[in-house]
Nanobody, 119 residues
Framework: QVQLVESGGGLVQPGESLKLSCTTS????????MPWYRQAPGKQRESVAR???????YYADSVKGRFTISRDNAKNTVYLQMNSLKPEDTAVYYC?????????????WGQGTQVTVSS
């Protein structure tokens, strides 16, 4: 059974930091692309960052320079370090894992963790 469990969300003030974690089980973690998405109230889910199996990273323009994605294949965990948080970063953050292999596409999601940035 595949599980993705996010943690690390919470309430912080503007300018502060949070580090999200997503620990997986049931997949060959090192072979998966690991994106983070977020969804704010009344808005569509949007891509925040992703890290490929070989460690290449991508960031949305809105978080570039403030967020850092990383992975620890030994711990089957992906992280999202979020610095200089802004109120517009408030959203539910979702961990995703995806892989296309031999014509099969695997796509798994976590349950989400709430991040609220407010003074």
């Amino acid at each position: 059974q595949v599980q993705l469990v996010e943690s690390g969300g919470g309430l912080v003030q503007p300018g502060e930091s949070l580090k999200l974690s997503c620990t997986t089980s049931g997949i060959s973690f090192s072979s998966y692309v690991m994106p983070w998405y977020r969804q704010a109230p009344g808005k569509q889910r949007e891509s925040v960052a992703r890290i490929t199996s070989n460690g290449s990273t991508y960031y949305a323009d809105s978080v570039k320079g403030r967020f850092t994605i990383s992975r620890d294949n030994a711990k089957n965990t992906v992280y999202l370090q979020m610095n200089s948080l802004k109120p517009e970063d408030t959203a539910v953050y979702y961990c995703n894992s995806r892989r296309r292999l031999l014509g099969r596409f695997d796509d798994y999601w976590g349950q989400g963790t709430q991040v609220t940035v407010s003074s």
